[in-house]
Structures are given as structure tokens and as C-alpha cells.
């Protein structure tokens, strides 16, 4: 008896173990995406908060990206046949396996940016008052 190859998912998985996905990773993920009947490919690219499950078949990556000013986090099965390919457009060096952190770090730069807004809104309001004060007194 012959002893073919046992084929789990239509997914080269070797291919996609061999990619060495980890956190840290800015990544261009390829997913097709079904509208009625026919599919399309919509690029999602971001940084990689968490890997999850290495190995296994259910094995996960978080992809964190901003648009617009809005943080979006999407969670892909590593294996799924949805996904048309992954590109590694840059890998950074991290100390931690999880980057969880970086959702409070944006949060924390963005609320940095609007108080430098609001204090020079400040600065120019009593500026603008002083201006006309002397203006109704010369009346």
C-alpha cells in the first residue's frame, strides 16, 4: 500500500512556518475578501502586536494599523486559506514577545498632542482679548 501525503488545508503551511512571523514585524497581509460572487484582495498593513500559538494549526497574529486617526486591530488565523500571502516589509528589534503596550503608548501621544492644542489656544485667546480691550477704551 502506498502512503500519500495527508493535505489539511489547501495553505502551503511550511511555507507560511517558514516566514518567522513574530511581534514586531510591520507586515502587508493579502486577504481575499467575497462580495455576492467574486473576490477581491484588500491589503491590510500594519505592525504585529502578538503571535499566538506557534505551531498548531490555530495558530493567530494581531496586526495593529492607524487610519485615519482610528487604531484598528485585526486578528488572522496564520494558516487560513483566506489569506492570499503575507509580505514582511520591516522587522524591529523588540523585548517583548506581546506589544500590547503600544495601544497606551499612541493613546498616550495623542492626548500629548491635544494639550499643546489646547495651551496654545490658551496663550492666543487672552493675547486676542488684550487687543481689544484698549480699543473700547479709546471709544
Not at 511550511?14 to 514585524?25: F, N, P, S, W, Y
Request: glycine content about 6%.
Amino acid at each position: 500500500m502506498e502512503m500519500s501525503a495527508i493535505k489539511v488545508s489547501p495553505v502551503n503551511m511550511a511555507e507560511r512556518k517558514a516566514l518567522d512571523l513574530r511581534a514586531g514585524d510591520t507586515v502587508r497581509v493579502h486577504q481575499k475578501i467575497q462580495e455576492k460572487d467574486k473576490y477581491r484582495i484588500q491589503v491590510f498593513e500594519g505592525l504585529v502586536l502578538a503571535r499566538k500559538h506557534q505551531g498548531e494549526a490555530g495558530g493567530t497574529f494581531t496586526v495593529r494599523k492607524v487610519a485615519s486617526g482610528v487604531g484598528m486591530e485585526r486578528i488572522f488565523p496564520l494558516y487560513s486559506p483566506m489569506i492570499d500571502k503575507i509580505e514582511i516589509t520591516k522587522r524591529a528589534k523588540v523585548r517583548r514577545a506581546k506589544l500590547y503596550h503600544i495601544r497606551k503608548k499612541a493613546a498616550k501621544e495623542i492626548s500629548k498632542e491635544m494639550s499643546k492644542i489646547r495651551a496654545e489656544r490658551e496663550v492666543e485667546a487672552p493675547a486676542a482679548a488684550a487687543e481689544v480691550a484698549p480699543a473700547e477704551a479709546a471709544k
